[in-house]
């Protein structure tokens, strides 16, 4: 397949102290993309797709509340949305330009990621996004706007899907994608496989497990045999069970799921994540199925490490020279 990445510098969230605040590494983004070039001997270059402006209010209202977008002038919201209670005291024009406009430039890589993807049947990859945890109205979980239901929406406004195009969306993030769920849940053409564990934020998923076979809880400290057990028999079913052949698949390749991990507690190690990674985009591209990838979660210091090894197997579905 077509293969792509799509990556902006202006990912990163430069707040200084945040690191004190919140374990979640605010520079992962160019950290990844710094440790690619390494890998691919700079050939990252060649597959680099770049977004040059945040994406644009009006496709946030695809799926956002007037009223929420212009609630995060306030500092106060947007420090509980994030988690981070001191961020209430700092000016919201540091606010806006230092963590929201990079998570707008990242949702914008998500929508360069799945236009490329649908027009060139490719599996492309953002090294960014995957804010599953937004919903219309309110943020949590670490996540303002959310960015796949914003893509989702504004692909079909613009016809790149059809209304009932078939969505996958694969989501291994160790948290469940309440957000996600919530803005697309009830839409019977998206459907959605979610490993998660259960005993961390946001908790069991409420519906029951016969009717909502895909959701997935996992136990804290579940390790490889496990989870990539659950994985290798839930995933052909998940697509299996789908009317139709995925239009798109999207898969929410969180990095959380590390063992030692502070915030996703369950205990995958770096092989297991890279074994998953390769289970999901070798069954997808295997199957032809055009396939944004977004990188989520993922709170310790072997994150971007994880992200740019998944951003190497994406570039040599391209075959681009390494």
Known sequence: MNAALVYSPDYDISLPGLDWLHPFDGR?????WARLGKLSHGACEQALLRPQAPIAIKDL???????????????????????????????????QRRILGPMRMACAGTLLAMRHALQQQAVTMNLGGGFHHAFRDHGEGFCI??????????????????????VAIVDLDAHRGNGVWDLCGGDPSVHV?????????????????EEFP??????????????????REELPSFLGSMPRKPAL??????TDVLAGDPVGRLAVSAEGVET??????????????????????????????????LAHRVMQLQQVPA
């Open 28 to 32: 992962k983004f160019s950290r990844a």
């Open 61 to 95: 209202l695809r799926v956002h509340s007037r009223e929420y977008l212009d609630s995060l002038s306030s500092s106060n919201v947007v420090a509980k949305a994030l988690e981070v209670g001191a961020l209430a005291w700092l000016p919201s024009s540091v606010i």
């Open 145 to 166: 706007y959310a960015d796949v239901a914003a893509a989702l929406a504004t692909v079909r406004a613009d016809g790149l899907l059809a209304p009932d195009g078939p």
């Open 193 to 209: 496989l979610d490993l998660y564990n259960a005993q961390v934020y946001p908790g069991l998923f409420p519906g029951s497990i």
């Open 214 to 231: 895909f959701q997935i809880p996992l136990k804290a400290r579940t390790s490889d045999d496990a989870y990539l057990a659950t994985l």
């Open 249 to 254: 698949a999207i898969y929410n390749a969180g």
């Open 276 to 309: 998953r990674d390769a289970m999901v985009l070798d069954t997808l591209s295997g199957q032809g199925i055009p396939t944004v990838i977004v990188t989520s979660g993922g709170y310790s210091s072997k994150s971007h490490e994880l992200i740019a090894q």
